[in-house]
């Protein structure tokens, strides 16, 4: 079934809870969900009525990331508010059974393969990762979500220089739309 | 509801896991309201898991994963889906709780059953 799902992230709440090391991340009100577990310490919410994407929560939120390579979060620490600006444009096509994700604007992009059914989306200009596809969605659209969530992970503690090309710059777009500075400040 | 302040459940592993009604209030259900009518769940997969693991990437935190049938989130009737009970073990503190519909990569080491 064809889908689209836009979705903007300006009214984020963090929740913080010192006591126990958890961050929630709300993006609105918070709002009865269901979540997607990557690996257990992350939980991506889903409203379940009308799918969208309504918060995230990190268990063990500071001692997950003193482990991150710390050059993926040094780079972010000048980056405020990016999660505001930040959009998520997910569209399913039937007749090409390929599911596109982007969270930029669309713009001139080229496609690079990252494995068998999965091609991100970079811009033209500044070869920026801007998105990615995933085709033969139908049969294989769950296998090649874990392995994108898999590949990210695994770049975000593995030792620095040791990841694909791909997987890094895919993790650092990621990273980049995280407010992560201000996360931070918020666990500090 | 709690009755009093704090709860303490002898979870399957062995663990006088503490669950404060203070901390359910303004942390677990506040980020996550669809627990409010499910706190008797919560404490049941506590007692009563279909499995413990050892947290991926935090060692000292314990998963208790069950699974549950019926479960109301929201207007939405999800007929099965996998309650995670997460406590941290230095305190048997309940740190947080969720219904997960997917689990990518897994939770983690079993601890129990062995």
Redesign the interface.
Known sequence: MAFVIEQRFEDTQY?Y?R????L?I?FGP????????????L?I?????APQIC?L?I??FK??FS?VRPDLIEELLERIGRLEKARFHVDYSDETDTLTFRFEEEQPAYYERFSDNIYLERSLVGGEIVGFKITRYTEQGAAA??KL??SM?EAL?AVPGTVSGPADALTRAFLEHLDIARLLSIAA | MLESGLVTILTADGIDAELDED?WKT?IV?????LTPYQSLVIETLKHPEGV?R????SS?R?YARSCLGIL????L?EK?NL?V?V?EKNA?V??A???????????ERIWPL
């Open positions: 929740g809870d006591e126990t090391d958890v929630y709300s918070p709002r009865p969900a269901v979540a997607l577990t990557v690996e257990d310490w939980a919410r889903i409203t379940p009525s918060g929560t268990i063990g001692r997950i482990r979500m874990e969530l898999s992970i503690f | 901390h942390h506040k980020g996550h309201p669809e693991y947290s991926t990437r935090d935190t998963v989130i929201g207007e939405t999800v889906i995670l997460f941290r503190f740190v947080t969720f219904f997960a519909a997917v689990m990518w990569r897994g939770l983690g």
